[in-house]
């Protein structure tokens, strides 16, 4: 494994490990990426989630005491689904200035680009360090980045950089989500006597009914735009000659600064029916950096010189990323999200990152940690 391996070739390596999670596996390739920064002078610790999965914590001390800046991606992939790929999800195949497979886009390049870049980066005189958290279990909640959180280790960070797909196009936050199960229960019986049961079905579609015109009375972001609410799914009865003793509805909400997620619960239970619960499935904020914060409006005026487009007014990511756990519990310094990847090709069936847009990442993440650590 050659220490000047280029940021595509690292992509087609990673992407060559099967991540997908569940079940994950993500050790292999954070130890791919963990010797790679080890040998470049980095300090390497491994964090593990569970067994085969790791988060990895890499750090170049500065010659100051001053905050470092961050880098960060997730490791793991989503599923394959069920159509069928026209190319190898897991070859790393080249094709019309495209690299195929499964993470390409989300978001293996750019953890390739990244690392690369930190690479470069070490080899000057650094005053400010460089750290890179690299998450397992990102695609199923930020398990990764919670359970490292949660153990103390993350450190201290002066700006944090999200590597998810944005065509590297800039994005200056995100919505929360707050995913929550609605359980309502009932009392089974025989289909043909109805009366001596309690539907629980029936108690989920008032609930759907009294969610219609749920309002959340919030005025909306200017960035960000405004909260949203999404009935999911919902999953009732077992056999259609009997009365249905659980139904559950999933609700997807997406909230903005300033929403505070147990008062939308409270709310939510005040709208379902008497026989329900509520049980949380992921709780995530919304978070968001001022572009006219000092660092973070200089990132941008660099981005702009290195791509050679010009700087548009402020944008929001439509997913959620490992930022919503790790800045607060960096100090919520500014942060930026941009990685190589297509964002409309996340999760797609043959999945792609354009080449060019790997190299012109690499850049710009270079270009930042410079500045950063000169």
Not at 22 to 43: D, Q, V, Y
Not at 98 to 106: A, E, I, W
Not at 229 to 245: E, F, M, Q, R, T
Request: aromatic share 6%; proline share 7%; charged share 20%.
């Amino acid at each position: 494994m050659s220490d000047d391996m280029t940021p595509l070739a690292l992509t087609q390596q990673l992407v060559r490990l099967d991540t997908i999670n569940p079940p994950g596996n993500e050790g292999t390739a954070a130890h791919l990426a963990g010797a790679l920064l080890e040998r470049a002078g980095f300090s390497v610790a491994y964090h593990e989630l569970a067994s085969g999965r790791l988060n990895v914590i890499a750090e170049l001390k500065g010659s100051s005491n001053d905050k470092p800046l961050c880098f960060t991606g997730h490791l793991d992939t989503v599923p394959l689904g069920a159509a069928a790929w026209s190319v190898d999800p897991f070859g790393g195949e080249l094709a019309a200035g495209k690299l195929y497979g499964r993470g390409t886009t989300d978001m293996k390049a750019g953890i390739a680009a990244m690392v690369v870049a930190a690479i470069d980066t070490a080899r000057r005189p650094v005053r400010r360090g460089l750290k890179l958290v690299l998450t397992a279990g990102e695609e199923t909640g930020c398990e990764g980045a919670a359970a490292l959180a949660k153990s103390g280790v993350l450190g201290q960070a002066g700006a944090l950089v999200v590597g998810e797909p944005s065509s590297n196009h800039p994005f200056v936050g995100h919505r929360g989500a707050l995913w929550l199960k609605l359980v309502h229960t009932g009392r089974t019986a025989h289909g043909s006597m109805p009366e001596l049961g309690d539907n629980a079905v029936v108690k989920a579609a008032h609930t759907i009914a009294a969610l219609d015109d749920f309002g959340f009375n919030a005025v909306p972001h200017p960035v960000l735009g405004k909260p949203t609410l999404n009935i999911g799914y919902v999953h009732g009865g077992a056999n259609v000659n009997s009365v249905p003793d659980r139904a559950e509805v999933g609700l997807d909400i997406r909230t903005i600064p300033g929403q505070e997620h147990q008062e939308i619960r409270e709310r939510i239970a005040a709208h379902g029916h008497e026989n329900c619960h509520i049980e949380p499935m992921l709780d995530l904020r919304s978070v968001y950096s001022d572009p006219s914060e000092p660092w973070l409006a200089g990132t941008l005026r660099r981005i702009a010189r290195v791509t050679g487009r010009a700087e548009t007014g402020p944008q929001g990511a439509p997913y959620f990323t490992d930022a919503a756990v790790l800045n607060p519990v960096f100090g919520n310094p500014p942060f930026i999200i941009l990685g190589p990847g297509e964002p409309t090709m996340a999760h797609q069936t043959d999945e792609y990152c354009f080449v060019d847009r790997i190299d012109e990442a690499t850049e710009i993440y270079r270009a930042i940690a410079v500045d950063w650590c000169d």
